[in-house]
């Protein structure tokens, strides 16, 4: 038994799938804290499909995949800034129109060069068939990523909570509000590896929801939030090994399960919690 | 008196990316122990001048200088305070009271925000000055609409800026409430701060102004209190947003006096009283001459 619970470890590949499974997690986690505070987890999902035509090209070019995802997320939000500010469409419209068209440009690339790249790799991630210089780029990418982030999380949450008390204090909000996005870019790339472009919203929403339950402290609501997806993104790398399913599907699965289990159970603003309370009311109501 | 007024604007211009000009050629000096209100109907401009004293809008001509600094420098120098509206703040974020009052010290620390003694202290007296201490650990959301708006004002006073800017603090407040921030208002003036206050609440501003900004875009009027919130002005800065109700001859006297009393009132009908304690009359009811707007 015990021998067949160690067996992925007896893996390169699994080990590494589990490795970089948590960091790619760690730091789409830090970012999903701020991220669904804003109303802005839909970002999430538009850069993971935007950077699929530029994924595509790279591939192609035999360029690291990463510059290409880059520019293609960097041309997406400018195209998005672009079209909200000479038109009045609402910001979901623009959204969709503009995530919808980058998407489809990309499958066009990917389906009349099949040989550049699998459609399947970059919709569906594989970190299992991960090749070591895209692990070395999704390292440099979450490392320098985690990095300014713990250096800088307070004064981006003070720009999240409150843009003129941050501007107030001689904050430079453009520039942070620029670092977020080229962060959270750049985190998605290395996240479609993981889990795949379909998968990466879960990647950048859900542990800061899950946390957000759980706390009424944002420092506390980020070390959470990193906790539950460093550890749901290593135990579904390792669990896909013995389901032989796919890694990005067993991942956010864990990560619903792990929302769910918060929902239900949290202590303050869970089902259970809201009911207890209700009865106690009620009881001190009859009482009274 | 110092020497630089605190709030220098001069021929102060600004256009917003759009091509709407919001604001064109204001210009007024505030100085230090005032208490000014920025008097004016919605879109006249209020906010957008409030956003160019902070730098988040550019003057397209003109300047602004604070203290004899430019806006960054001013910024930097944590010499401006802002108490935002209620209906700005995000109150679903997890941040406790002490938390939001913290974050005015945020100008005070290191790169890494990490708070000293100093700091923790500086928070406990504001919590302490607005009589919040005991709500300290409370999520921002659980707190009623007055003790949500001392919160901030606690933290405009952790930040210890020169300026403080409130936007529209009488909103969603009650009467408790508003006498207390101004009662505090009066004690920073006291100290030396100067509060630039906006508000459409026109009744309340002789209680607590001493000078008054009178803007529709451009300037109307500014300058003290007495000589500035006129009549006369006040129907120009508003123009036909106003009731405004003027009561005289039949209305008010049984003789020929010709003294009248004139009421002026935002959106709901006043019921204004007017006689001896015991027999008083309502005169602003149907008799009353109505008119809004014209002089």
Redesign the interface.
């Known amino acids: 038994m015990i021998e067949l619970l160690l067996e992925p470890f007896s893996y390169d590949y699994m080990l590494r799938a589990i490795w970089v499974s948590a960091l790619v997690g760690g730091a789409c986690a830090f970012l999903s804290s701020y991220l669904m505070?804003k109303g802005w987890s839909l970002m999430g999902d538009a850069l993971a499909h935007a950077v699929v035509p530029g994924v595509a090209l790279a591939y192609l070019l035999s360029l690291p995949y990463a510059a290409g995802a880059f520019a293609a997320g960097i041309l997406a939000a400018l195209g998005m800034t672009f079209i909200r500010?000479q038109t009045k469409l609402r910001e979901d419209t623009v959204i969709g129109l503009v995530f919808t068209t980058f998407f489809a440009l990309g499958l066009l690339i990917v389906s009349i060069n099949p040989t550049a790249v699998n459609v399947q790799t970059i919709i569906l991630g594989n970190i299992l068939a991960i090749s070591d210089s895209d692990v070395v780029q999704v390292v440099i990418i979450t490392v320098v990523s985690l990095g300014l982030l713990i250096?800088k999380w307070?004064?981006l949450m003070?720009v999240?909570?409150?843009e003129?008390?941050a501007?107030?204090?001689?904050?430079p909000v453009t520039g942070l509000k620029i670092l977020f996005f080229t962060l959270l870019s750049a985190c998605t790339v290395a996240a479609l590896q993981t889990v795949g472009a379909c998968l990466v919203i879960a990647m950048v929403v859900t542990p800061g929801a899950t946390a957000?339950l759980l706390?009424?402290?944002?420092g506390r609501?980020v070390i959470l939030s990193v906790t539950i997806s460093v550890v749901t993104c290593a135990l579904g790398a390792y669990i896909s090994y013995f389901l032989d399913g796919a890694t990005g599907g067993v991942i956010v699965t864990l990560h619903t399960l792990a929302f769910l289990a918060a929902f239900l159970a949290a202590p303050r603003h869970g089902l259970l919690a809201a009911r207890r309370r209700t009865r106690l009311n009620a009881a001190a109501g009859g009482q009274g | 008196m110092s020497a630089a007024p605190l709030i220098a604007v001069n021929n102060v211009t600004v256009t917003y990316?759009?091509g709407h000009t919001a604001i064109s050629d204001i210009s007024f000096d505030l100085r230090a122990g005032t208490i000014c209100g920025l008097v004016g109907v919605n879109g006249s401009g209020k906010s957008t001048l409030f956003k160019a004293i902070?730098?988040?809008v550019r003057p397209a001509r003109g300047g602004i200088r604070l203290d004899g600094m430019d806006v960054?420098q001013a910024?930097?120098?944590?010499l401006?305070?802002?108490v935002?509206q209620s209906e700005?703040?995000?109150w679903?974020?997890?941040?406790?009271v002490e938390?939001?009052v913290m974050?005015?010290r945020?100008?005070h620390m290191n790169?890494?925000?990490i708070p000293s003694a100093e700091d923790r202290r500086k928070v406990d007296e504001a919590l302490a000055r607005v009589g919040m201490s005991e709500y300290r650990k409370r999520?921002i959301g659980e707190l009623s609409g007055g003790q949500k708006k001392r919160v901030f004002l606690a933290?405009a006073l952790a930040?210890e800026?020169k300026i403080i800017?409130l936007d529209e603090p009488f909103t969603g407040v009650d009467v408790k409430t508003e006498a207390a921030i101004i009662d505090l208002m009066r004690q920073l003036r006291d100290e030396g701060c100067l509060m630039l206050v906006s508000t459409h609440n026109l009744g309340s501003v002789p209680d607590f102004c001493d000078e008054v900004v009178l803007i529709n875009r451009i300037l109307l009027a500014a300058g003290p209190m007495q000589t500035t919130f006129t009549e006369g002005n006040l129907a120009r800065a508003f123009g036909g947003m106003l009731r405004h109700i003027r009561l005289e001859g039949g209305a008010l006297h049984d003789d020929a006096d010709p003294r009248r009393v004139t009421v002026i009132t935002d959106d709901e009908r006043p019921l204004v009283f007017y006689g001896q304690s015991e027999e008083q009359k309502i005169v602003a009811g149907n008799g009353a001459k109505e008119g809004r707007g014209e002089k």
């Open positions: 505070l500010q250096l307070k004064d003070v999240f909570f409150d003129g008390h501007r107030s204090i001689g904050l957000y706390t009424d402290r944002f609501l | 990316p759009n902070m730098g988040f960054r910024l930097k120098s944590n401006v305070a802002y935002p700005e703040v995000d679903n974020f997890p941040v406790l938390d939001v974050m005015g945020y100008g790169m890494l925000r999520q933290r930040q800026g800017l």
